[in-house]
Nanobody, 124 residues
Framework: QVQLVESGGGLVQSGDSLRLSCAVSGRTFSSYVMGWFRQAPGKAREFVVAISKSGGRTYSAVSVSGRFTASRDNAKNTMYLQMDSLKPEDTAVYYC?????????????????WGQGTQVTVSS
């Protein structure tokens, strides 16, 4: 079993930056593609960014491209989401997720393990 715990959420103003962390335990961290997803009230959970097992490749949603960056430290079993130039529409609960398969890293249905989520609120 894999356990994921997000941290770093909070209330910020438009234009600010925030970094989320996702600590993973239970299995070999480097065996998993890791992703960040978010869900706003009344909306479906959506893909944000993903990072390959080695960290050598990243994938980003169009809405966050150029503003959000995923990274991972396999020695620390931790993934990060650096969020810059935050906008009010980025307000959501952010979830990290892990997938053994790397076939479709942007697909929410690919991921087997999920964290409990952390709230990010961006005020205008």
């Amino acid at each position: 079993q894999v356990q994921l715990v997000e941290s770093g959420g909070g209330l910020v103003q438009s234009g600010d930056s925030l970094r989320l962390s996702c600590a993973v335990s239970g299995r070999t961290f480097s065996s998993y593609v890791m992703g960040w997803f978010r869900q706003a009230p009344g909306k479906a959970r959506e893909f944000v960014v993903a990072i390959s097992k080695s960290g050598g490749r990243t994938y980003s949603a169009v809405s966050v491209s150029g503003r959000f960056t995923a990274s991972r430290d396999n020695a620390k079993n931790t993934m990060y989401l650096q969020m810059d130039s935050l906008k009010p529409e980025d307000t959501a609960v952010y979830y990290c997720a892990a997938s053994y398969s790397d076939s479709r890293p942007t697909d929410v249905g690919l991921y087997e393990y999920w964290g409990q989520g952390t709230q990010v609120t961006v005020s205008s």
